[in-house]
C-alpha cells in the first residue's frame, strides 16, 4: 500500500485549476478526470509511481468545471488454466476462435490462462494488442516461443533467455540496418526479377503433370529473398539440402516441448540448424571468404552490408560465422510464411471463380494501359491487391486454412492494460486472430472472401486494413521486418498467376493440417495441382 499524491492541472472554459488529489492505493490506478455538469468522463491510466497527469484537459462545452480524481486499484484478469502442464494449449490450438469467443463472453477481452507449460495473460482486443505491440521495451518485450528462439538463435528475434543483454539496442540497429532493403524504391528494383522469376517458373509449371504448390511456392519465395536481397550464392546441391534441412528446422521450432532427443521435432530441428549454419556459413565463405581482410566486397547485400558493419572502437562488428547465424534466421521468417499465405490465396480463389473473373478483367485492363510490366504504382488500390489482403485477413480465421494467430510478450514491469492490473515477468498472448475475426463492421460476413471490402477509392487496399486494425504482421517496433517484401511477392504472385495459367487442385477437399516442415496449416497432399498455360496468356 502506498500513499499516492498527484498534483493535477486542468484548464476548463473558465480558467486553469490545480488540484491535489491524494489517495491510498497498491499497484497501478486508474484516475478520473470529471466534469461536473456533464455526465461525461475522461479516463485515463496512470501507473502510481511516478504519478502526475497531463495539463491541457478541454472539457466539454461547460462554463465550470470541477476536476475529481479518482484513483482504483486494477483488477487481476479471471480466468481458467486447464489441465495441468499443458493447460488450455490444445483447446486454442484445436478451434482458436471458438476457444476465444467463449473465453472472452466469460471474462472480457483481457483474461488468464495456460498456455505450453505457462500461466499467461491473453488478450483479445485490438486496441489493447496495439498498445501492447507499441509499448515494445517499456512495458513488455518480444517474446517467441523457446524452440524458435533457441533455433534462430539472432539478435533479430531475440528473447526469451538473451532478453538480459543489450537486445534492445543491438535490435534497433538491425531495423535501421534492415530498412534499407525494404524501403519503397528497394521493393520496387525486385519486381522484375519476381516476375522474370515466375515468368519461367509458371512456364515449367505448365508442362509437368502435377505440380506441388506447398514446394513450389516455398522454392519461389526461397529465391526471392535469397537472390534480392540475402545475397548468398548457394550451388545446387546445397540447395537441395536445405530444402530437407528447412523442414525439420521447422518442425523443431514448432514443437512446444523444446525437449532435444534425437527422436524429437525440437531435437531434429537443433541438428538442422546447425547443419543449416554449416551450409550458409561454406557458401558466405566461397563468395566472401578471400575478402575479409578489407571486407571490400564490391557489392551491397543483407550478408556483405552485416559484415561492413563496425564496433563503436572501429572493430568489425561481425564474423562470417555470425553472419550466417543471422542469415539463417532471415531466411526461415523470410519464406515459409509467404509460401503459406500463396497456398491460401490459390485455395480461396479456386473456391471463388467470381473473384477470379474479376481478377482477370482487371489484369487485362492494366496490361492494356500499362504494358505486360508489373509495378508498385499500377497495383495500388487495385481489385488485385484488395485481393492479397482479403487473403491474408481470411488465412488466419477459415476453418481449412487457420493457424493459432497468436503473438507473445513478455511484462517487464508491473502496468495496467485496459482496467486489469498485469504483473512484471508475466507472460502475454495476443491474439490477433481473434481480433482479426472480430472486427465488427464485418461480423455478418466474416467468414466470407470478399476483397471488394478493401476497395477505398484512392487508397491502398494494405493501408485500409491496418486503419481497421487487421494485420496478419504484428505492429509496433518488431513488426514483421519482411512485410513489404510479402505484400509485394504476394500481389505479383497473383498478377502472374491469373494472367497466365488455369489450375486444377487436384484434390480440392485435401485435408489442411499443421503438417510436418509447416508454420502454417497446408494441404495434406502438397497441394498437387495440374497448370495448363491459358490460351490467353499475357505473361
Ligand atoms: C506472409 C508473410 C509473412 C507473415 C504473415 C509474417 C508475420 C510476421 C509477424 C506476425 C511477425 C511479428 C512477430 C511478433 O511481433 O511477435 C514477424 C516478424 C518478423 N518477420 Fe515476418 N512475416 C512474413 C514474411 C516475412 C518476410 C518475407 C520476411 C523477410 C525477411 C520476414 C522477416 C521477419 C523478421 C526478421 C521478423 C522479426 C522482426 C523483429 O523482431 O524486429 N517476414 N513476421
Known amino acids: 500500500m502506498q500513499m499516492l499524491k498527484c498534483k493535477a492541472t486542468y484548464t476548463s472554459t473558465v480558467g486553469a485549476r490545480t488540484e491535489t488529489l491524494s489517495r491510498r492505493v497498491r499497484g497501478n490506478v486508474s484516475v478520473l478526470a470529471v466534469c461536473r455538469n456533464s455526465t461525461k468522463e475522461l479516463k485515463t491510466h496512470y501507473r502510481a509511481s511516478p504519478c502526475s497527469l497531463p495539463g491541457g484537459f478541454t472539457p466539454p ?61 491473453a488478450v483479445a482486443d485490438t486496441k489493447l494488442i496495439q498498445e501492447l505491440l507499441n509499448s515494445e521495451h517499456k512495458t513488455v518485450i518480444f517474446e517467441i516461443n523457446p524452440s524458435i528462439d533457441k533455433l534462430a538463435e539472432s539478435p533479430m528475434f531475440a528473447s526469451n533467455e538473451r532478453r538480459e543483454r543489450n537486445v534492445q539496442k543491438e535490435h534497433k540497429l538491425d531495423r535501421a540496418f534492415l530498412k534499407d532493403f525494404f524501403s519503397p524504391a528497394a521493393i520496387a528494383s525486385y519486381y522484375p526479377y519476381m516476375q522474370s522469376s515466375l515468368r519461367k517458373r509458371m512456364a515449367s509449371w505448365a508442362e509437368q503433370p502435377e505440380v506441388l504448390v506447398v514446394e513450389a511456392t516455398k522454392a519461389f519465395a526461397f529465391d526471392v529473398m535469397n537472390t534480392q536481397l540475402a545475397g548468398i550464392r548457394f550451388t545446387e546441391e546445397q540447395l537441395r539440402e536445405m530444402d530437407v534441412l528447412w523442414k525439420d528446422f521447422t518442425n523443431g521450432a514448432m514443437d512446444l516441448l523444446g525437449i532435444d532427443l534425437p527422436w524429437t521435432d525440437f531435437g531434429k530441428g537443433v541438428r538442422a540448424a546447425e547443419r543449416l549454419e554449416e551450409i550458409i556459413l561454406a557458401a558466405l565463405r566461397e563468395s566472401y571468404g578471400d575478402k575479409m581482410d578489407t571486407r571490400d566486397f564490391g557489392e551491397r547485400n543483407i550478408a556483405t552490408g552485416f559484415l561492413m558493419q563496425k564496433n563503436e572502437d572501429g572493430s568489425w562488428k561481425h564474423s562470417l560465422e555470425n553472419v550466417a547465424s543471422i542469415m539463417k534466421a532471415l531466411l526461415f521468417a523470410g519464406h515459409e510464411t509467404t509460401a503459406g499465405a500463396m497456398l491460401a490465396m490459390m485455395h480461396f480463389i479456386t473456391r471463388n471463380p467470381e473473384v477470379l473473373t474479376a481478377l482477370r478483367e482487371e489484369q487485362a485492363e492494366l496490361v492494356e494501359r500499362h504494358g505486360t510490366e508489373i509495378t508498385p504504382e499500377i497495383l495500388e488500390g487495385t481489385y488485385t491487391e484488395a485481393t492479397t489482403v482479403e487473403v491474408m485477413r481470411l488465412q488466419n480465421i477459415d476453418k481449412t486454412t487457420r493457424s493459432p494467430g497468436l503473438l507473445f ?84 504472385f497473383l498478377s502472374m498467376l491469373v494472367r497466365n495459367l488455369d489450375w486444377e487442385i487436384l484434390n480440392p477437399d485435401a485435408e489442411w493440417r499443421k503438417s510436418q516442415g509447416s508454420i502454417n496449416r497446408t494441404p495434406v497432399d502438397g497441394m498437387a495441382t495440374r497448370f495448363v498455360k491459358r490460351a490467353e496468356a499475357i505473361n
Request: charged share 25%.
Open 409 to 492: 510478450r513478455r511484462a517487464i514491469s508491473d502496468f495496467e492494460l485496459g482496467g486489469y492490473s498485469i504483473k512484471k515477468g508475466t507472460k502475454i498472448m495476443l491474439a490477433q486472430v481473434y481480433s482479426t475475426y472480430s472486427v465488427e463492421k464485418f461480423l455478418p460476413t466474416v467468414e466470407q472472401f470478399q476483397p471488394e471490402r478493401w476497395l477505398v477509392p484512392g487508397k491502398s487496399a494494405v493501408a485500409t486494413s491496418k486503419s481497421v486494425g487487421v494485420s496478419a504482421f504484428g505492429g509496433g517496433p518488431r513488426v514483421c521486418a519482411g512485410e513489404a517484401l510479402a505484400w509485394a511477392e504476394l500481389k505479383v
Open 61 to 121: 462545452n461547460r462554463d465550470s468545471c470541477v476536476a475529481r480524481a479518482a484513483a482504483a486499484e486494477a483488477q487481476s484478469p479471471q480466468g481458467q488454466t486447464g489441465l495441468p502442464f499443458i493447460g488450455e494449449t490444445l483447446d486454442i490450438l484445436n478451434d482458436p476462435i471458438g476457444y476465444f469467443d467463449q473465453r472472452t463472453k466469460q471474462y472480457g477481452k483481457v483474461f488468464r490462462t495456460r498456455f505450453a507449460g505457462e500461466d499467461c495473460v
